[in-house]
Antibody, heavy 119, light 110 residues
């Protein structure tokens, strides 16, 4: 059974940094590309970042490009998202997710971790 | 840039009724890359439909997806109390790389 547990959220001031983690279990983590998706209060989900299984291909949304960095440690079955130069508009629940049936879907999600950017 | 539009923003139905939710793309898309999700308060989105019409494992056959080109539909027959939630359509692509969501339709009890 796929299990994704995100952690590392908290309250941070504008301009600050934070690192999120996503611990994965129940599937061969090193075989799967992984995503970060966020959801600001009262809005729909917004895809943020993707890393291929081997970190050889990464993509970011325009809203976070140059500020956020996705990485992974396959030996620890863990996905990371380094958030830097944070803005108030980055306030959201951050989910890690993976495809289930094809690369087109986001079939499996973690429970999310809340990041609040506020002075 | 492709935009997914879900309208209306809120639909009101009674349990037992049939609901039809719409998702319209701003240009023709490959239906293989269209998915639907259900989200309840405090929970992560749950995949219902992938490839526009294939049900995810464990999803009741009351849920069905259809459509092609620019117009896609999620149909829920015989609504149950647990079906009242927010529903999102989502499109992915390689060139450009994207995963985009519609703004959602809230299904509420009448």
């Amino acid at each position: 059974q796929v299990h994704l547990v995100a952690s590392g959220g908290g309250v941070v001031q504008p301009g600050g940094s934070l690192r999120l983690s996503c611990a994965a279990s129940g599937f061969p983590f090193s075989d799967y590309g992984m995503h970060w998706v966020r959801q600001a209060p009262g809005t729909g989900p917004e895809w943020v970042a993707f890393t291929r299984y081997d970190e050889g291909y990464k993509q970011y949304s325009d809203s976070v490009k140059g500020r956020f960095t996705v990485s992974r440690d396959n030996s620890k079955n863990t996905l990371y998202l380094q958030l830097s130069s944070l803005r108030t508009e980055d306030t959201a629940v951050y989910y890690c997710a993976k495809s289930r049936y094809s690369k087109a879907d986001l079939g499996d999600w973690g429970q999310g971790t809340l990041v609040t950017v506020s002075s | 840039e492709i935009v997914l539009t879900q309208s209306p923003g809120t639909l009101s139905f009674s349990p037992g009724e049939r609901a039809t939710l719409s998702c319209r793309a701003s240009q023709s898309v490959n239906s293989d890359f269209l998915a639907w999700y259900q989200q309840k308060p405090g929970q992560a989105p749950r995949l219902l439909i992938y490839g526009a019409s294939s049900r995810a494992t464990g999803i009741p056959d009351r849920f069905s997806g259809s459509g092609s080109g620019t117009d896609f539909t999620l149909t829920i027959t015989t609504l149950e109390p647990g079906d009242f939630a927010v529903y999102y359509c989502q499109l992915s692509g390689d060139s450009p790389f994207m995963y985009i969501f519609g703004q959602g339709t809230k299904l509420e009890i009448k």
